[in-house]
C-alpha cells in the first residue's frame, strides 16, 4: 500500500464551480501535512499547509482529521489559472532533530473549462 | 538569487552508463532531496539527506547513490543506468515552518532519458 494516496482524477469542472481532493496517508506518526501545486512540466510548488483545526487561504480550504488519517483540499469559485496538478504531500518526521522524510502522493488532475 | 540549481537539464545515456546529477543551493538550508518523477505520476522519493554528511534512504533507493558533499551541494549518482530510470528527476531543499513540518524549495528539473 502506498503511504499516501490520492484521487487520480482527472477532475474536469466549468469555471467556477467547486471542487474537492481527497487524500489519506498510512502512516498515524506522520507530522505535518500540505498540498503543492504543479504545473505542466514545472516544478511542484507550496499550495498551502494543512492543520487539524482547518485553514483557509482566499478560495483554497484544507482539512486534516487525524483520526481517519484524511486530507482534504477545497477550492471554491474554480478560475482557468487553477488547471495544474495538485499533490498531497506527508511528512514523516520522526522527531524534531531527524531528518524530514517528506513523501508525495501521486497528484489529482485538475482541468478547469470556460 | 538562485534559490536550488540542478545540472544538466538534459541528459540522454546508454544503458550501463554512468553519470552524476548535481544540486546546490543558496539559502543555508540543511536538509536536501532528491526525487523522480515518471510521467502522470507524483513524485517520489530517493534519496534525503538532514545535514552534512548524513543521507537515508526514500522509497526507491534502489540503483542510485548520494553524497552530500557540504551543506550547499547535494549529487545523486546512477552507477549503471537503466531505461527504467529515464524520469525527471528534482533536487529540493527545505526549511522549517514556526507551526511544524518543511517547505520545500524545488530545482527546475533534469529530464533524463536512458537508452
Known amino acids: 500500500r502506498k503511504e499516501v494516496e490520492q484521487d487520480p482524477g482527472p477532475f474536469n469542472v466549468p469555471e467556477g464551480a467547486t471542487v474537492a481532493f481527497n487524500c489519506t496517508y498510512s502512516?498515524?506518526?506522520?507530522?505535518?501535512f500540505f498540498w503543492y501545486r504543479q504545473d505542466c512540466r514545472k516544478e511542484p510548488k507550496l499550495l498551502m499547509s494543512v492543520y487539524s483545526s482547518g485553514n483557509e487561504d482566499g478560495r483554497f480550504t484544507a482539512q486534516l482529521n487525524r483520526a481517519s488519517q484524511y486530507i482534504s483540499l477545497l477550492i471554491r469559485d474554480s478560475k482557468l489559472s487553477d488547471s495544474a496538478t495538485y499533490l498531497c504531500?506527508?511528512?514523516?518526521?520522526?522527531?524534531?532533530?531527524?531528518?524530514?522524510?517528506?513523501?508525495f502522493g501521486s497528484g489529482t488532475r485538475l482541468s478547469i473549462r470556460p | 538569487n538562485a534559490g536550488v540549481t540542478q545540472t544538466p537539464k538534459f541528459q540522454v545515456l546508454k544503458t550501463g552508463q554512468s553519470m552524476t546529477l548535481q544540486c546546490a543551493q543558496d539559502?543555508?538550508?540543511?536538509?536536501m532531496y532528491w526525487y523522480r518523477q515518471d510521467p502522470g505520476m507524483g513524485l517520489r522519493l530517493i534519496y534525503y539527506s538532514a545535514s552534512e554528511g548524513t543521507t537515508d534512504k526514500g522509497e526507491v533507493p534502489n540503483g542510485y547513490n548520494v553524497s552530500r558533499l557540504n551543506k550547499r551541494e547535494f549529487s545523486l549518482r546512477l552507477e549503471s543506468a537503466a531505461p527504467s530510470q529515464t524520469s525527471v528527476y528534482f533536487c529540493?531543499?527545505?526549511?522549517?515552518?514556526?507551526?511544524?513540518?518543511?517547505?520545500?524549495?524545488f530545482g527546475s528539473g533534469t529530464q533524463l532519458s536512458v537508452l
Open positions: 539559502m543555508n538550508h540543511n536538509s
Open positions: 502512516n498515524s506518526a506522520s507530522q505535518s
Open positions: 504531500v506527508v511528512n514523516l518526521s520522526p522527531g524534531y532533530s531527524s531528518a524530514s522524510k517528506i513523501i
Open positions: 529540493a531543499s527545505s526549511e522549517a515552518f514556526f507551526r511544524g513540518g518543511e517547505k520545500l524549495f
